[in-house]
């Protein structure tokens, strides 16, 4: 004889696993990895820098 199966459990976990499948393949498509973000900030914080440098006093 067959154990009993939860339907609800099961039908949850196959939710789960698809929602997560659709997660991991977004993270490929869209996702950067941490050293892209640190070199963006980086060019970012310099951008603003030098733009700060640059910038006329008005006196």
Do not use: I, S, Y
Request: proline content about 0%; some cysteine.
């Amino acid at each position: 004889m067959a154990d009993v199966a939860n339907l609800n459990r099961a039908r949850k976990e196959r939710a789960r696993d698809t929602k997560r499948a659709q997660a991991n393949e977004n993270a490929v498509k869209f996702g950067r990895t941490k050293a892209e973000r640190v070199a963006e900030a980086a060019l970012e914080a310099k951008a603003c820098k030098m733009l700060d440098q640059h910038a006329l006093d008005k006196e």
